[in-house]
């Protein structure tokens, strides 16, 4: 009953964040998280085992995890020294070896790099490839209307919702080459969605994306890249800190690698139990095939004060 009351709000819901990635409401699923989306899609989509699928070298250690689980095989895009796609070596690869299709990670959880995802979503089209992107650390934080056949990603990270909910949208081409593993007699991509859910958090990533929309997503984009630049600017150098990313990067996401002799999941504990500042340790299981050390990330979402990134580079 409460959920058949909720459905109005729902719908809205799904509309919004498909609207988020240029998509409508019927091509989006709640699913429980980020990557029970991916593990949705591979499930349905039933490639063909050894199917080739392109990804970045820095890609996400569980989504690799995943591709094999499926019987699929990465294989590597061209990068530069940054780990940032190389467009010419893409194209270059679609023509030549075109994979069953490209997976973007956006932006990695490991690294604030803003991956040129609309240019690679133009170069995939061209080929007839489709392009999946990992839009965890993206959706809410830089722009996700790039032109993606498949977007997936998750309240609880940038658009600040609840847990335990995650969105898979596929254009409509993709969702017809999609099989549920149960036939569900609902329409579009819902049949992907569980029947028996986690209804209040769908709702509450409903009001996190209705909040998000009143402030403005490009004016939530533009002050989280405003962020990153503070942050970057501040931190970069700090008792021997180094941070990864280009200073003016569009993405407040922030990595520092520590000076030699420095453990960094030491690092984490300290400043949260003595200035209670959170961040993330990174150890390069995250992204075997980029890091070959761990990092400090910080995150600092838009309500971060310059105090508070003041406050972090002294507790550094
Ligand atoms: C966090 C994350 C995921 C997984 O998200 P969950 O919702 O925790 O499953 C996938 N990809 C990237 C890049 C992430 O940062």
């Not at 050894?50 to 690799?64: F, H, Q, S, T």
């Not at 533009?222 to 280009?246: C, H, K, M, N, Q």
């Not at 200035?275 to 400090?296: K, N, S, Y």
Request: net charge negative; hydrophobic share 45%.
């Amino acid at each position: 009953m409460a959920e058949a009351a909720a459905e109005g709000l729902l719908q809205q819901g799904r509309s919004v964040l498909a609207g988020l990635v240029g998509m409508a409401a019927a091509d989006l699923a709640f699913v429980e998280s980020a990557q029970a989306a991916f593990a949705t899609l591979l499930t349905g989509w039933r490639l063909p085992a050894g199917a080739r699928v392109a990804c970045l070298p820095g890609e996400y250690a569980p989504n690799i995890a995943q591709l094999g689980a499926h019987g699929l095989r990465p294989e590597p895009l061209p990068v530069n020294d940054l780990g940032r796609a190389d467009l010419d070596g893409v194209a270059r690869l679609l023509e030549t070896e075109p994979p069953r299709f490209v997976h973007l990670l956006h932006v990695p959880s490991h690294r604030g790099v803003l991956q040129p995802a609309a240019e690679v979503a133009a170069l995939c089209r061209a080929a007839g490839v489709p392009l999946v992107l990992d839009a965890a650390q993206s959706l809410g934080h830089v722009d996700t209307d790039v032109g993606a056949d498949v977007v997936y990603g998750t309240s609880r990270k940038w658009l600040t919702g609840p847990r335990g909910v995650g969105l898979l949208v596929a254009r409509p081409a993709i969702a017809a080459e999609l099989v549920p593993v149960v036939p569900a007699d609902r329409a579009g991509m819902r049949a992907f969605e569980s029947s028996e859910a986690h209804v209040a958090g769908r709702i509450g990533l409903t009001v996190s994306v209705g909040e998000h929309l009143a402030a403005g997503p490009d004016r939530v984009r533009e002050r989280l890249a405003a962020i990153g630049r503070t942050a970057r600017g501040l931190l970069d150098g700090v008792s021997g800190w180094t941070v990864v990313e280009p200073h003016d990067e569009p993405t407040a996401t922030t990595t520092l690698r520590p000076p030699d002799g420095v453990d960094v999941a030491a690092t984490r504990a300290r400043l949260l139990a003595e200035h209670g500042i959170v961040l993330t340790a990174i150890g390069p299981e995250r992204a075997p095939g980029e890091m070959t050390g761990p990092v400090l990330r910080v995150s600092p979402h838009v309500d971060a004060t310059l105090e508070d990134l003041e406050a972090l580079a002294a507790a550094l």
